[in-house]
C-alpha cells in the first residue's frame, strides 16, 4: 500500500521533470513523452486499479522494483496482490539503448527487450504487463482502451499526439499507449549519463584508489572476464556510450531462487529456460539457460540481482563469479547461504571459456570491482548508495 501511494504522489509532483518538458502547450500533456509519462505510472491500466508500471519500476529507486516491502522476496507482486512473478524486475533505466531484438552475422542472439529478449523493443515491451495476469491483470486491449478513454485528458492528447484514427478502436489506442510509453522510456530522465564514472571521464573527479583499481580490473582482459560480455564502449564505440552490456546472451550458471518458487508456488522442478523460451528462438536447446547480458549502470541501487533475483547483495555478484576461477575453498562458499554455490539451473550451455578467463580474485579486489559498479550510478540516486 505504502509503495502504491508513493507512486502516485512520486507521480503527481514528478511527471513533468522527469519527461524533462514544461507543461505549457494544448492540453494537459504538453508531449507524446509526457502523456506516455502519466500512463507509466496510471494505475487505472490495472484491474484492480492498485498498479502502474512504476510501481514495479519505481522513479526514485532506478525504475526498478522495492523488493524489501515483501522482505525475502525477490520477485513482484501482482495487481490481484496475491500473485508473484518468477523473475526480477530490472531497471528500465537505459533499457532503451537495446537494439531490437536480431541475429548478428555469426547467428548470434542479441537486444529486446526482458531477460529473454521476446519483446522486439520498448513498444511491444509495453504491452505485455497490462494483459500480464499475474501483472496489471487486464483482460485484453479493449479493456485496457476503456480505462484510458474514461480520462478526457487522454482523449485530447491522443488526438492530439496519434491523430483521430489511432482512437478508432481499442487496438489503435491501445498501440498508441505502447508508444507514448516508449517515447517516455525514450527521455533523458532514463539515461542521463551523469554517474560519477561518466564525471571521471569527462575529467570533472578523480577516483579514489580502491575505484581505480576497480576500474582497471574491469578494463582488463588478464584480471577479469567482465568486458567480454558487459562491453566497455558504446554502440559509436565510444566510452561515454557505454551502458556495460553486449546485449547478448548467455547461461553464466545462475542458479534457481527456491525462496521466490515458494513465494510464487511453482512446481519446485519448474526451469526458467530464459532465451530458449523466447518465441523467436523456438525452443532452439542450444540457447537454454541464456539470459541477456543486463546493463550495468545503476547496479549498485538496483539490488536484487540476476534473472531470478538469486542474490541480494552486489558483492556476492563478484564472488559468484570468482567462485569459477578460484580454487580457494573459501571461495565456493556463497556468503548469503554460507553453503556452497547450488548449481547452474540449467547446466548446459555454460560460458565455460569467458567465466573461467582470468585468475581468482582476492577480498581487496573483489571490494574494489563493487566499488567501481558504485561509480556508475547516476547522480540523483547516488544518495542511495550504501
Ligand atoms: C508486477 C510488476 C511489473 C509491472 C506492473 C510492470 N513491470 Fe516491467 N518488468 C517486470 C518484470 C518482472 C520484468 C522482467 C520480466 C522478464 O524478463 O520476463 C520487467 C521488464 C520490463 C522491461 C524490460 C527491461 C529490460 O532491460 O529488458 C521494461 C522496459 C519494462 N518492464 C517496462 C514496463 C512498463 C512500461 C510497464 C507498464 C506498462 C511495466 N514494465 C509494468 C515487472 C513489472
Ligand atoms: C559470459 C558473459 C559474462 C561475463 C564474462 C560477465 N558477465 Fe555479468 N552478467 C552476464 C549475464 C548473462 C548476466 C545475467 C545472468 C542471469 O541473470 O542469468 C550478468 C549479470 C551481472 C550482474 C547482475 C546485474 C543485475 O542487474 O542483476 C552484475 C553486477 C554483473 N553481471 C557484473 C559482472 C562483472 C563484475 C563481471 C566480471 C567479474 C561479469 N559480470 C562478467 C554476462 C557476463
New binding site residues.
Given amino acids: 500500500m505504502r509503495l502504491i501511494l508513493t507512486c502516485l504522489g512520486f507521480a503527481i509532483a514528478t511527471l513533468a521533470v522527469l519527461a524533462g518538458i514544461s507543461s505549457a502547450g494544448s492540453g494537459r500533456f504538453a508531449s507524446k513523452e509526457e502523456l506516455g509519462a502519466a ?2 505510472h496510471d494505475k487505472n ?2 484491474k484492480n486499479r492498485s ?3 512504476a ?3 519505481m522513479p526514485e529507486i532506478g525504475f526498478a ?1 522495492r523488493h524489501d516491502t515483501h522482505k525475502g522476496n525477490a ?5 490481484d496482490a496475491k500473485s508473484f ?1 518468477d ?6 533505466t537505459y ?1 532503451a539503448f ?1 537494439p531490437p531484438f536480431h541475429r548478428d552475422a555469426k547467428g548470434a542472439y542479441i537486444g ?5 529478449g ?2 522486439k523493443g ?1 513498444e511491444e ?2 504491452a ?3 494483459l500480464n495476469p ?3 491483470g487486464m483482460s485484453d486491449d479493449k479493456a485496457v482502451a476503456a480505462r484510458i478513454t474514461e480520462n478526457p485528458d487522454y482523449l485530447t492528447a491522443f488526438r492530439t499526439f496519434f491523430g483521430n484514427q489511432a482512437l478508432k478502436d481499442s487496438n489503435g489506442i491501445f498501440r498508441a499507449a505502447t508508444e507514448a ?1 516508449a517515447a517516455f ?1 525514450r527521455t533523458r530522465a532514463f539515461a542521463p549519463f551523469d554517474s560519477r564514472y561518466d564525471r571521471y571521464l569527462r575529467g570533472e573527479e578523480k577516483f579514489t584508489e580502491q575505484e581505480e583499481l576497480g576500474r582497471t580490473l574491469f578494463f582488463s582482459t588478464q584480471f577479469t572476464s567482465c568486458n567480454l560480455c558487459h562491453d566497455l564502449k558504446g554502440p559509436d564505440g565510444r566510452l561515454e556510450t557505454s551502458t556495460f552490456t553486449s546485449h547478448k546472451y548467455f547461461n553464466i550458471g545462475v542458479p534457481a531462487n527456491r525462496e521466490a518458487r515458494r513465494m510464487n508456488g511453482m512446481k519446485p522442478d519448474f526451469v526458467d529456460i530464459g532465451l530458449a523460451a523466447n518465441p523467436e528462438v523456438d525452443g532452439d536447446p542450444l540457447q537454454r539457460g541464456k539470459f ?1 547480458v ?2 550495468l549502470r545503476n547496479v549498485a541501487i538496483t539490488a536484487p540481482y540476476m ?1 531470478n533475483g538469486v542474490f541480494s547483495d552486489l558483492r556476492t555478484v563478484i564472488l559468484f563469479y570468482n567462485k569459477y576461477n578460484s580454487k580457494k575453498k573459501s571461495r565456493q562458499i556463497n556468503p548469503e547461504t554460507g553453503e556452497r554455490w547450488a548449481d547452474p539451473e540449467v547446466p548446459a550451455n555454460l560460458a565455460t571459456k569467458e567465466l573461467e578467463t582470468g585468475p581468482g580474485l582476492d577480498d581487496k579486489r573483489v571490494d574494489a570491482l563493487v566499488a567501481f559498479l558504485k561509480t556508475l550510478t547516476d547522480k540523483r540516486y547516488e544518495g542511495l548508495l550504501k
Fill in positions: 500512463l507509466f491500466l490495472s498498479q502502474a508500471c510501481t514495479c519500476h522494483d520477485v513482484s507482486l501482482g495487481d512473478g523473475r526480477n524486475a530490472p531497471s528500465v533499457a537495446s529486446g527487450q526482458f531477460w529473454d521476446r519483446a520498448l515491451q509495453a505485455g504487463p497490462p499475474i501483472e496489471m510509453i522510456e541477456k543486463p546493463n534473472h
